[in-house]
T-cell receptor, first 108, second 112 residues
Framework: RKEVEQDPGPFNVPEGATVAFNCTYS??????FFWYRQDCRKEPKLLMS???SGNEDGRFTAQLNRASQYISLLIRDSKLSDSATYLC?????????FGAGTTVTVRA | NAGVTQTPKFQVLKTGQSMTLQCAQD?????MSWYRQDPGMGLRLIHY???????DQGEVPNGYNVSRSTTEDFPLRLLSAAPSQTSVYFC???????????FGPGTRLTVT
């Protein structure tokens, strides 16, 4: 079983829609969780960290469910510029394990 | 600050050749890592370093060597290139305890 698994999508949504997807992790001792954004053939960039209480940054909301060992990302009011691949990452002793990514395409 | 820089951007090697991928950062980060990214596989950790003189293996270390003689540089050496090493390679750096890893622009390597 992979350490971090994601629904690859693609999620194809119209502008203004809400899209949400999850990422599951296998190591119950994992402490830190992140969402990274990767544009086509570019380097990943941190979108947001995921805290136990959940956190929100503008139109983006991240949640952590330790009991079921998954994290989620919700994007509200989607913009064309949100089209990207979203990678979840789990930190174990400063070694990041990444999921394969969820592709989101926002159409006009 | 230039951030994390990687050279070369593109490289084609023949099977059996060796080469070094360069990575440098000017943010005085202690932690540096090398990842490879393959379609459908996500990023996989090759080697990492928690400071100058200290390196350790990640998930997929076979066929690669690293060294960390300075805080700034973390080169990745391919000892004898194989087609299975065709991939995009990313270097990353961070502070201890920091949430964010900063990635370089990547090196696209093809082994024929």
């Amino acid at each position: 079983r992979k350490e971090v698994e994601q629904d690859p999508g693609p999620f194809n949504v119209p502008e203004g829609a809400t899209v949400a997807f999850n990422c599951t992790y296998s190591n119950s001792a994992s402490q830190s969780f992140f969402w990274y954004r990767q544009d086509c053939r570019k380097e990943p960039k941190l979108l947001m960290s995921v805290y136990s209480s959940g956190n929100e940054d503008g139109r983006f909301t991240a949640q952590l469910n330790r009991a079921s060992q998954y994290i989620s990302l919700l994007i509200r009011d989607s913009k064309l510029s949100d089209s990207a691949t979203y990678l979840c990452a789990v930190d174990n002793d400063y070694k990041l394990s990444f999921g394969a990514g969820t592709t989101v395409t926002v159409r006009a | 600050n230039a951030g994390v820089t990687q050279t070369p951007k593109f490289q084609v090697l023949k099977t059996g050749q060796s080469m070094t991928l360069q990575c440098a950062q000017d943010m005085n980060h202690e932690y540096m890592s090398w990842y490879r990214q393959d379609p459908g596989m996500g990023l996989r950790l090759i080697h990492y370093s928690v400071g100058a003189g200290i390196t350790d293996q990640g998930e997929v270390p076979n066929g690669y060597n690293v060294s960390r003689s300075t805080t700034e540089d973390f080169p990745l050496r391919l000892l004898s290139a194989a087609p299975s090493q065709t991939s995009v390679y990313f270097c990353a750096s961070s502070y201890p305890g920091s949430d964010e890893q900063y990635f370089g622009p990547g090196t696209r390597l093809t082994v024929t």
